[in-house]
């Protein structure tokens, strides 16, 4: 009973595990219905319905074996399956489930049926809106399957009942309110009837409810790690504050299985695993509880991995692997796992260079080199990082190589330093750097590295670098192409933009000494002032170093406003391969080709080891270059790709190729998918020539295991079926196809071992998987199996990822997403899952197809787009560019239907033995294999008919049938089919007009100047331009009638031109002539409504049942028996709505919507319809403004009562009880409109307030300016120890004469004194 109970503890708490947050999909509903409601076992209907989605398919399972499912002609939320009276047979365990778009649903409850004369046994569970903590709600929850049944809920030590309900439904809902100690125990649920009170069910399974977080949460540790080995020893400890309680340890992924209860020693306890297993893995928990079962809360969860590998890291380097010399660069270590430490490696260098402990590892975090030198570069990869011993294999997914040089760059600042690099394609004995400025500055180096520094600035300048070879060591190569070298702002090289700068900076400079010379002047001319004179000081001061101020900030904003940064991103990596004249002695003259998939490349670039520039060339019009290597030397050999380079950034390198000597060929490099048993594997060797023989060998035997002729620059080796005996370590090596053969250097081995797999995993695309470029693509991998993690991979290249999610249910399944799609992305993609250390087979490959790159081809079908069942039909695909691979696609299909590669220019697509499902419209691309699947825009749609009789044409007239004499008419024969010919026939004409081969779905057949002779009925049909048997049938009768030749007519509608849909409408064509026919026209269509012959002069056309489709103009024309076709002028259009109500009228001012001073404004409201009443409605008034019966209404604005919102509506006279729909709004404003007008008002009130402190400014420098001149001083007659400060002009400070102390010195009357103490 124990491990039930704690089942059912978390599922009440598995909210708390975050399980709430989900998405859970809905559960089918399943419940019984019987005609017999007291015996209800002798005649059963099992019901099932959808909770959320209706759905044409229903399966009933019974015993998880056998299988009933229903298919409804139309789709449904429920259906229902008769089982009858149940008898031995019948009984059992039964669940339903419903079609979703991608699958079945998820089953729902488990119904058991026993034997006749029991009700069903009910079902019995928790469902809590929080985790079941004292003083939570928590729901009970009992299904019965049958309705009308009495529900009641038993307590296990109560002798009554603690509740009982009758619900409408099949389900009853227990609520325990404000969850409490004593509402735990064991419960039990059971039913009856209501009307047979001793008819019970069996009771359901026992439910035992814990009131868990009675006390704190322990704590849930792992010795000596949580990531270990198979076989090794693992110790879970558990710790509480309490002593004396029961611990329990659980595993997330198995809860009914792995639960495991031990007493505490003391507050802790201890679960040993003496020897892990792969199955251990998972995410465990713990939690405590005493003797009367009230538990702790539960511990944090701890993820714990067993496995022999850990999930492979892989490195990226930003912002490029190729980086200019100081500059820092950012090494992100990803891996699957979180909280693990991660260490940063580098090829020969003996332990890690950096370690991110686990705390640090959140993913985001990056190992930084700074200001990297010569030094950093080398071949960088990380791994994992733990601080106990384990067994565990490491293993990284790639590795990054560095590559530090000087190269783009030509601009170097100041005290930095730029290397140059001088190379060529054989031995050379030393090399010269000479710089152009100062003869005496030659350098020499043995391997052609320059370190060229700029101190002091004087490291600018134009180089050339030159080389002597030992035969003829007095002899100097030519100069190279000179470079460059321009420091940050070098004369002669500034841009518009600099010079600018320069001069704006010069100007604030210029300003700031003159702002800094006008403060000492007057300082010095008014250095003995005291009161006055210092206020005027310190103004003119302070507004001196105002505008000091803003010149320093305009300087600092014009610095920065000029400086742009560049970020660098990868490109899709090119393709490197090697060509030869030589077939036979390919080393003689070899030249090494790079390709780019983006057709933005300008240029690219060869390197050697990794670190070496070779050369650089711009890219061609097929974006791809060439580097001459001519005949191979022993400096020739190292390991080579390439990268191309666009405007702001750099691809990644390409796939090494690698050179080992001087007569042999450059060695391939051999690749495999996951073996896996019994399954069929291939084994791909690249051998970067064309011409090549292909040998694959296995480690132990002495013959290739296989051999390939020249097939192209790759060979695909093929293991039919992988056994035990196909493992081992291969090579792959190429070779010259005449004899004696000269051998390339083994490949790297390859080592193929069977492991354990899942079965591969369900591999699509949301959408089509071709794409246009700029598309969103979706891949969407999935599998049954729960909590996977999943890898994406391009050309068997891994480069997403998705971690698993350990809270949802059920199967597994990641979505990875291209935003926009380039031409870069397309490729073959695939996924694989695994779970910690085993792994899933790859999936079934998806070609992602980018098209819109190349020209569309042209699709073609022979013997023609009609066939008959049974028959073949070949499609053919023209494209423009040889050795492309063709796609062939059908509309409604998600994916292309057939491939094929070809050696010309088009391909031919068999449909065998067509039927009525390959009817469609056919499409077809071409794309290029090697580089990203670059395709060529879809061709034309072509319609596949598969039928014994041609689909039927229809003809048409334009503008219309009916059309007067001396008109120009169309008539178009158009039809589903292409590439036909059409014949039009006119009745009683022997010959017929032939329109041939026709590459539309339609034939135009224009009559000009349209005559008696043009009268007549036509029709037309398909003219194939092919034998066929298939039937050919005429299109419908077309009558071509003449107007303008008789009376015309007139027209009246009854009830009314409007009338509400449903209703009955008839239109009276009356005429002037007896022994006529009538014809109904309506604006729009091109051919007649309704023609009829009546015995007198009218014809009344009865329309039933209207509809709002039939609103429009409609007339009439009539033409004798004797004369047919020859018709009268059109009669007077007539109008009909039908409408509940009448359509809105439209509302107008005149002159203008703005009210002038004394003028009036008048609305005009005008309707479609005759005889009608216009009311006229202002915003914010209950009642109509006005009425009308012309729709003119007079708006004067006294008080400003005119201005508002205006609409109109009106009524038939006829009908006075029904109003259309009030018109569009008009809105009355005054003179510059309301907003306008507090605008103005708002402008004057502030243009007064400037005026007047502008005069009142002018008034005070006035009078100031008045007294300055008169400004004089004067001593005060004081014991000598007061002072009178005065006021005296700064230009009479040294006038000879003037004394500033004397009394006598100053007119009287004139100078101002100011007594101040001191």
């Not at 010269?432 to 350098?443: H, I, Q, V, Y």
């Not at 420091?487 to 702002?515: A, C, K, Y």
């Not at 589903?976 to 009683?988: A, F, Q, R, T």
Request: aromatic share 10%.
């Amino acid at each position: 009973m124990m491990p039930r109970t704690f089942n059912l503890l978390l599922g009440c708490i598995w909210l708390s595990l975050g399980v709430a947050s989900m998405a859970v999909e809905p559960q089918p509903e399943l419940w019984i219905e019987s005609n017999h409601p007291h015996a209800p076992w002798s005649n059963l209907t099992l019901l099932c319905r959808s909770p959320s989605r209706v759905s044409s398919k229903f399966l009933l399972m019974k015993d998880n074996t056998q299988m009933t499912w229903t298919r409804s002609s139309y789709k449904t939320f429920q259906v229902s399956f008769f089982i009858g009276a149940l008898s031995e047979s019948t009984t059992g365990v039964y669940r339903c489930c419903y079609w979703k778009e991608k699958g079945w649903s998820k089953p729902s409850k488990v119904l058991e049926l026993q034997s006749p004369g029991q009700l069903p046994k009910p079902i019995f569970w928790i469902e809590a809106k929080a985790p079941p903590l004292p003083g939570c709600n928590v729901n009970i929850l009992c299904d019965g399957w049958i309705q009308d049944l009495v529900f009641v809920l038993l307590k296990e030590g109560n002798t009554e009942p603690v509740d009982y309900q009758v619900p409408t439904g099949t389900m009853a809902i227990f609520s325990i309110d404000n969850l409490a100690p004593e509402n735990e125990g064991v419960y039990l649920c059971r039913t009856h009837f209501q009307m047979l009170p001793t008819l019970w069910s069996e009771p359901s399974n026992p439910l035992k409810l814990v009131v868990a977080g009675l006390y704190p949460k322990p704590t849930l540790t792992a010795h000596p790690g949580p990531i270990l080995a198979p076989g090794e020893s693992l110790s879970f400890r558990c710790q509480g504050p309490i002593y004396g309680m029961t611990f329990v340890l659980m595993r997330l992924e198995g809860l009914k299985k792995s639960s495991y209860y031990k007493k505490a020693v003391k507050n802790e306890a201890y679960f040993d695993f003496k020897s892990l297993k792969t199955q251990d893995t998972g995410h465990y928990l713990c939690l405590y509880y005493d003797a009367s079962y009230r538990g702790s809360l539960l511990s944090d969860i701890l993820k714990v991995w067993v496995t022999e590998t850990f999930p492979k890291t892989w490195l990226l380097v930003q912002p490029s692997p190729v980086i200019q010399m100081g500059q820092n660069v950012s090494l992100r270590c990803q891996g699957l796992m979180d909280g693990v430490g991660l260490a940063l490696y580098k090829k020969e260098e003996e332990g890690p260079l950096q370690i991110l402990d686990g705390t640090s590892n959140d993913g985001n975090k990056s190992f930084l080199l700074t200001n990297v030198t010569d030094k950093d570069a080398g071949i960088y990869s990380c791994l994992y990082f733990l601080n106990w011993k384990t067994s565990i294999k490491m293993e990284t997914y790639n590795t990054v190589e560095l590559m530090v040089v000087a190269w783009p760059s030509s601009v170097f600042n100041i005290g930095k330093t730029i290397t140059f690099q001088c190379r060529v394609f054989h031995p050379v004995l030393e090399f010269s750097l000479e710089w152009e400025e100062k003869a005496t500055f030659p350098k020499f180096s043995i391997n052609g590295d320059f370190i060229i520094t700029n101190i002091e600035g004087q490291g600018t300048g134009t180089y050339s670098c030159i080389f002597r070879i030992e035969a003829h060591t007095d002899i100097c190569s030519d100069h190279s192409k000179p470079p460059k070298l321009a420091g940050p702002r070098v004369t002669g090289f500034l841009t518009w933009n600099s010079f600018m700068n320069e001069v704006f900076r010069m100007s604030l400079f210029v300003q700031l000494i003159s702002l800094l010379l006008l403060v000492l002047w007057i300082r010095w001319r008014c250095r003995r002032l005291r009161l006055r004179e210092a206020w005027l000081l310190g103004t003119a001061q302070g507004v001196a170093m105002l505008f000091i101020i803003m010149a320093l900030l305009c300087c600092g904003l014009c610095t920065g406003a000029l400086a742009e940064e560049i970020v660098i991103m990868p490109t899709p990596k090119p393709e490197l391969w090697a060509e030869t004249n030589f077939p036979l002695a390919p080393w003689t003259n070899l030249t090494l080709w790079c390709r780019s998939p983006s057709g933005s490349t300008k240029e690219f670039v060869l390197l050697k080891d990794g670190t070496g520039w070779i050369a650089t060339r711009p890219a061609s019009e097929q974006v791809r270059a060439a580097f001459p290597l001519g005949a191979l030397t022993h400096s020739h050999t190292g390991s080579y790709h390439c990268h191309s380079w666009e405007e702001m950034a750099v691809s990644e390198p390409s796939e090494a190729l690698e050179l080992v000597g001087t007569d042999i060929l450059p060695k391939p490099v051999i690749s495999a998918s996951l073996p896996v048993r019994g399954q069929e594997l291939q084994i791909r060797c690249k051998g970067w020539l064309e011409g090549l023989g292909f040998a694959l060998f296995k480690k132990g035997e002495q013959e290739p295991v296989q051999q390939l002729g020249a097939i192209g620059r790759e060979a695909f080796f093929t293991i039919q079926r992988m056994e035990d005996k196909d493992q081992g370590n291969y090579s792959c090596r190429t070779h010259t196809q005449m004899q004696p053969f000269k051998w390339s250097e083994p490949s790297e081995p390859l080592e193929l071992v069977i492991k354990e797999t899942y079965p591969k995993p369900f591999f699509k695309t949301w959408a089509s998987p071709v794409v246009a470029p700029g598309a969103r693509v979706t891949f969407n991998c999935s599998t049954s199996h729960e909590h996977m993690s999943f890898i994406l991979y391009k050309d068997d290249t891994e480069i997403a990822s998705s971690d698993p999610a350990w809270g949802k249910p059920g199967s597994s399944a990641a979505h990875f997403l291209i935003i926009s799609v380039g031409i870069g992305d397309g490729g073959n993609y695939s996924c694989r899952y695994y779970d910690f250390s085993i792994w899933s087979e790859p999936s079934d490959p998806v070609e992602l197809i980018v098209t819109e790159f190349y020209p569309k081809p042209t699709l073609l079908a022979q013997p023609g787009p009609v066939v008959l069942p049974g028959k073949n039909v070949t499609l053919r695909c023209q494209g423009i560019f040889q050795a492309m691979r063709f796609a062939l696609l059908q509309e409604g299909t998600h994916a292309p239907i057939q491939f094929q590669s070809a050696s010309g220019t088009s391909v031919d697509f068999l449909l065998h033995t067509v039927g009525a499902e390959d009817s469609g419209n056919y499409s077809c691309i071409y794309y290029e294999t090697t580089m990203s699947n670059r395709g060529s825009y879809p061709s034309t749609p072509l319609m596949i008919w598969v039928t014994d009789t041609f689909p039927r044409p229809w003809l048409s007239a334009e503008p219309s049938s009916v059309v007067t004499m001396g008109q120009n008419v169309t008539l178009w024969c158009q039809g589903p089919v292409h590439g036909v010919g059409y014949i039009l026939h006119k009745e009683g004409k022997a010959t017929s007009m032939q329109l041939w081969g026709s590459t539309s779905n339609e034939g135009a057949f224009p009559i000009t100047n349209i005559s008696g002779a043009s009268i007549g009925r036509y029709s037309c049909c398909y003219h194939p331009d092919w034998i066929s048997s298939i039937k050919i049938q005429p299109s419908n009768t077309l009558e071509l009638m003449v107007t303008g030749l008789l009376p015309k007519p007139s027209l009246l509608v009854q009830p009314g031109p409007m009338v509400a849909p449903g209703e009955n409408v008839t239109l009276q064509c009356q005429g002037e002539l007896p022994d006529s026919t009538f014809v109904l026209l309506k604006e729009g269509n091109q051919q007649p409504l309704q023609q009829q012959r009546p015995s007198g002069y009218r014809a009344d056309f009865w329309m039933p049942v209207v509809r709002d489709q039939d609103s429009g103009v409609y007339s009439c024309v009539y033409y004798l028996d004797s004369a047919p076709l020859v018709a009268s002028n059109h009669s007077n259009s007539l109008e009909i709505w039908v409408s509940d109500k009448p359509p809105k009228p439209s509302l107008s001012a005149w002159p203008s919507t703005v009210f002038k001073l004394g003028k009036d404004i008048t609305l005009q409201c005008r309707g479609p319809l005759p005889g009608v009443e216009f009311v006229l409605e202002h915003d914010g008034e209950e009642a109509p403004q006005q009425f009308s019966e012309d729709g003119d209404f007079v708006i004067n604005n006294l008080e400003g009562k005119g201005i508002g919102n205006y609409s109109c509506s009106y009524r038939l006279q006829d009908y006075p009880n029904i109003w259309s729909e009030p018109s569009d709004a008009v809105e009355l404003v005054g003179a510059a409109g309301p907003v306008a007008q507090e605008c103005t008002v708002g402008n004057i009130v502030r243009s007064t307030l400037i005026v007047v402190v502008v005069v009142a400014l002018g008034i005070v420098l006035a009078v100031e300016w008045k007294k300055w001149p008169r400004l004089r001083t004067r001593g005060s007659e004081t014991d000598g120890r007061d002072q009178t400060v005065v006021l005296e002009e700064c230009n009479q400070e040294g006038e000879a004469g003037t004394t500033t102390n004397s009394p006598s010195s100053a007119s009287p009357g004139i100078s101002v004194e100011v007594t101040v103490p001191i």
